[in-house]
């Protein structure tokens, strides 16, 4: 499919059909990549299969910490036996 490449203000964009917009599930955002002579656009994913990464920069940062300090109960320590 060719579409063509559209002015829009010192930029320039392409317009995508509703039904490949529906198709691949973007909304509001795409992710851009290139390759040699590609473009590639990416439909967004908003659902969980992005935590992983996040929580990993996370960790790297350290700001996976607990913000108050562990405080065991008496129960868990009963039932869990906690070494």
Known sequence: MKVKVI???N??????????LEQLGIKNEVSVQTS?????????STNRFEWAKAFCEM???GDDRLL???T?????????EWK
């Open 7 to 9: 002015d829009i203000g």
């Open 11 to 20: 930029s320039k964009g392409i317009r995508l059909p509703k039904g490949i």
């Open 36 to 44: 040699k002579d590609s473009l590639i656009l990416k439909a967004v």
């Open 59 to 61: 960790a790297k940062n």
């Open 68 to 70: 108050d300090g562990y």
């Open 72 to 80: 065991a109960e008496r129960w868990e320590d009963e039932e869990w």
